[in-house]
């Protein structure tokens, strides 16, 4: 064999081994590119899920915090409406007369567990329809002693009674509040259902 041959001889080796090199390559590429890809595939299905999961929570995040939104502007506007119902209501109350103010204060009075005792009545400063007659009268309905004092306190309408260590607030504000608390839930179903 000529050293030309043997020259062929090792080119078509090269050759060959060569192209298995490079067949195995691309092989070996091949895979590692379905191998990644099916991974950089997997990733991408993994982050579109957590994408949509998080956009999910957000909007639902959203519509949450919306409804409640609505739901305290809600019940702000029915406090109001009631509160508007009560501030009514204390006005119409101020402006009682005559036999109306001895039958409202009259049928509170009976309601409340009075111990019986000589009372001295102090009127709000600015009740001027309480005298002695009507508390007098008042007294009668109720079966309470009651003696008008010539002191005040402080108030739109309505009175204290006071004896010795007791003190029984009948104004306005307390009875209003004490009725708001006692029927405010009863006023709300009637007002909105």
């Known amino acids: 064999m000529s050293v030309k041959d043997i020259i062929e001889e090792i080119g078509k080796i090269s050759d060959f081994e060569i192209k298995k090199i490079e067949e195995e390559t691309d092989k070996e590429l091949k895979q ?108 009668e309905k109720t079966g309470v002693k009651m003696t008008l004092s010539s002191n005040t306190c402080s108030g739109e309408g309505g009175f204290i009674i006071k004896a010795d260590y007791l003190e029984l607030d009948f104004r306005l504000e307390a009875i209003l509040k004490t009725m708001r608390i006692n029927k405010e839930s009863e006023i709300v179903k009637i007002l909105f259902g």
């Open 32 to 139: 590692i590119k379905e191998k990644n890809s099916k991974i950089v595939e997997d990733k991408r299905n993994l982050i579109k899920k957590a994408i949509d999961t998080k956009a999910k929570e957000l909007k639902n995040g959203i519509v949450t915090r919306e409804k409640l939104s609505m739901r305290n502007k809600l019940l702000s506007e029915k406090q109001s409406v009631v509160s508007r119902l009560f501030d009514n209501v204390k006005e119409k109350l101020i402006k009682l007369e005559g036999d109306k103010v001895v039958s409202f204060y009259a049928d509170i009075m009976k309601n409340s567990d009075i111990p019986q005792m000589d009372y001295e009545v102090i009127r709000a400063e600015s009740f001027k329809n309480l005298d002695q007659n009507v508390v007098n009268q008042i007294s």
